[in-house]
């Protein structure tokens, strides 16, 4: 059975039902939790301290705090919008990840529902000539004596155009034997009745046997033969402008399709964070997360953003403590910090740090790097630095490590008095 | 020293406090006592968030020792400072090493930063004696930069 015999109206009429039914919560009986309610707001909430990053995914300091305030407000009865406008008080509108609902961002919102409304209405009014050529006495307008020839020859053309279409869907096997023969038998008798200015010619037949219950045979399937030099002109003149409506429909269509793939294709491509998908959500388990927040503290550290890469891998150690990652980062960024601003307490919790991610991952050479450099430079402790270089060697790290290390690697033998393994680069 | 902020004069940043009534100020100190800054205070109050951890904070931190002290001579301004994701053992380490004497306040839940819509250290602001927020200011400063933001406020009548 054909689209074309089913309700259309009602075929829309249940899909926007249904599309309202659903997307209005019908079915969500319960009011949500607090904690709901929370976990909403903290998504639109921009991290104070972070790029591009909700609350409710930033481990950061400042994010607990905001998560906590948030929580606080909504058990206390706030509504969402006096939690944000308490935010949006602090810090300004761009603390809230959506859009404003205000102002040129409201276009953000407001501009897809005018284009599904837009695209209603083209709907319906697509429909509505459907249905009125489609009932009742369909070619009422063209009889009579005052009937406008053009007019006319206009709609031979659409009934003529129509049985061919019928004809190549019928072959093709998208139409079935009863409903072809009665679209067949009703243009056919349109065209008769358009009365004896219709005079057509069978150019073409089409005799086929697709199956024991339907045989078809002569069908007009070329246009109007009028002879009518004014009608043929303006025959001319629609079907070039169909075609020149067609083009713009085509040359539209490649439009749209090029511009949304200039919108999907960077948004698919751009690097994402684990567990992070194309539309920016992000759905982590827990060692997922501890790697998003690893990458994020290098990058920031990668930055020169030295104090943030620390606050950002204090936070990793709150919840791991004993992460030799974290612990090694953390420790060598106290160390460079401490150096800098003549820090006795900082240098102090570096070495700890460097030696407890040592313990924590006897294999990571990152910690044994970073804790032989520290005992070679601030406590000069070269045997110590060299054993520390000697595992770090044996951890297999990237030959642009070993590279980048070779000075005080050699430095570290050198003093100590021990040969120089030969892994190690000369300046 | 690294320098990860642009010079103060061009980091004076927008915030929807300023101009506003200041949050209030009260908690504990590092030193275990309890601190309220009255609403007017009758003078200028340069409120700075930091931590010991923080580079620009450590550029900075010179400087803020040399304004308080050249404010407690003339009794116009005077400074708090709000420890910003530090421990406050390591801040007030952090502090005796500058020799700071102004109130220091811990804020270990993050609320007086939060109320003020901090987002990084160091992060100072500058209240009117009317108790109005007349500057935010999101990167190192000097004393001479806070003399000009008072200078300014006063010009517009605060």
């Given at each position: 059975m054909r689209i074309r015999h089913f309700p259309l109206w009602t075929v829309l009429g249940v899909t926007l039902v249904v599309a309202l039914v659903i997307g209005g919560g019908v079915f969500s009986s319960a009011p949500p939790t607090n904690a709901q309610r929370a976990a909403s707001i903290e998504a639109v909430i921009r991290c104070p301290s972070c790029q591009e990053l909700s609350v409710a995914d930033s481990t950061a300091p400042i994010a607990i705090t905001v998560r906590a305030t948030i929580r606080h407000q909504v058990d206390q009865g706030?509504?969402?919008?006096?939690?944000?406008?308490?935010?949006?008080?602090?810090?300004?509108?761009?603390?809230?990840?959506?859009?404003?609902?205000?102002?040129?961002?409201?276009?953000?919102?407001?501009?897809?529902?005018?284009?599904?409304?837009?695209?209603?209405?083209?709907?319906?009014?697509?429909?509505?000539?459907?249905?009125?050529r489609g009932s009742g006495d369909l070619d009422a307008d063209v009889r009579g004596p005052s009937v406008d020839p053009v007019v006319l020859a206009e709609r031979r053309?659409?009934?003529?155009?129509?049985?061919?279409?019928?004809?190549?869907?019928?072959?093709?096997?998208?139409?079935?034997?009863?409903?072809?023969?009665?679209?067949?038998?009703?243009?056919?008798?349109?065209?008769?009745?358009?009365?004896?200015?219709?005079?057509?010619?069978?150019?073409?037949?089409?005799?086929?046997?697709?199956?024991?219950?339907?045989?078809?045979s002569t069908l007009p399937a070329t246009a109007v033969a009028d002879s009518d030099p004014v009608l043929e002109s303006h025959e001319r003149q629609s079907s070039a402008r169909r075609r020149g409506r067609n083009r713009w429909f085509l040359f539209g269509s490649i439009g749209c399709f090029v511009a949304a793939l200039a919108v999907a294709v960077p948004l698919f491509a751009q690097p994402r964070l684990p567990g992070q998908t194309a539309s920016g959500s992000v759905s982590l388990s827990p060692s997922q997360q501890l790697a998003r927040s690893l990458d994020q503290a290098a990058a920031v550290e990668n930055a020169g953003q030295l104090g943030q890469a620390a606050q950002l891998y204090q936070a990793v150690l709150t919840s791991h403590p004993d992460n030799e990652v974290a612990l090694a980062q953390l420790g060598w960024l106290e160390y460079r910090i401490g150096r800098q601003g003549a820090s006795p307490s900082l240098i102090s919790d570096?070495?700890?740090?460097?030696?407890?991610?040592?313990?924590?991952?006897?294999?990571?050479?990152?910690?044994?790097?970073?804790?032989?450099?520290?005992?070679?430079?601030?406590?000069?402790?070269?045997?110590?630095?060299?054993?520390?270089?000697?595992?770090?060697?044996?951890?297999?790290?990237?030959?642009?490590?070993?590279?980048?290390?070779?000075?005080?690697?050699?430095?570290a033998y050198a003093t100590a008095g021990r040969p120089i393994p030969s892994g190690i680069p000369t300046a | 020293m690294l320098a990860t902020r642009p010079p103060a004069a061009v980091v004076e940043v927008q915030s929807p406090l300023v101009g506003k009534q200041a949050p209030t100020i009260h908690g504990t100190t590092a030193d275990g006592s309890t601190f309220v800054l009255p609403r007017q205070t009758g003078n200028f109050v340069v409120v700075n968030f930091f931590a010991?951890?923080?580079?620009?904070?450590?550029?900075?931190?010179?400087e803020l020792v040399k304004f308080a002290f050249q404010h407690s001579q003339s009794g116009?301004?005077?400074?708090?400072?709000?420890?910003?994701?530090?421990?406050?053992?390591?801040?007030?380490?952090?502090?005796?090493?500058?020799?700071?004497?102004?109130?220091?306040?811990?804020?270990?839940?993050g609320g007086l930063a939060l109320s003020f819509g901090v987002r990084a250290p160091p992060s100072t602001f500058l209240i009117a004696p009317d108790g109005r927020v007349v500057a935010y200011i999101v990167a190192p400063v000097t004393a001479a930069d806070l003399d000009q933001l008072i200078a300014r406020a006063k010009a517009t009548g605060a």
């Open positions: 706030k509504s969402d919008q006096q939690i944000k406008d308490y935010l949006v008080a602090r810090y300004g509108s761009v603390i809230v990840l959506e859009p404003s609902t205000s102002g040129w961002s409201a276009l953000v919102w407001v501009l897809p529902i005018a284009g599904g409304l837009v695209g209603i209405a083209v709907l319906v009014v697509v429909l509505v000539r459907r249905r009125q053309h659409f009934l003529t155009q129509s049985l061919a279409d019928a004809d190549a869907e019928f072959l093709a096997g998208d139409l079935e034997d009863g409903d072809y023969l009665a679209l067949r038998q009703r243009d056919l008798g349109r065209l008769a009745a358009l009365g004896p200015a219709m005079a057509t010619t069978t150019a073409s037949t089409v005799t086929t046997t697709r199956s024991a219950s339907a045989t078809v570096a070495r700890v740090k460097l030696s407890q991610a040592v313990n924590s991952n006897p294999g990571d050479y990152a910690a044994h790097l970073y804790l032989g450099t520290f005992m070679l430079q601030q406590e000069g402790n070269a045997s110590g630095a060299a054993d520390q270089f000697t595992l770090f060697l044996t951890s297999k790290p990237p030959g642009a490590v070993v590279a980048q290390a070779a000075s005080v690697l050699r430095q | 010991s951890w923080c580079p620009p904070c450590q550029t900075e931190g010179p116009d301004a005077r400074m708090i400072s709000v420890i910003f994701e530090d421990t406050t053992p390591a801040a007030r380490s952090y502090q005796a090493t500058l020799g700071t004497t102004w109130p220091t306040l811990a804020d270990p839940g």
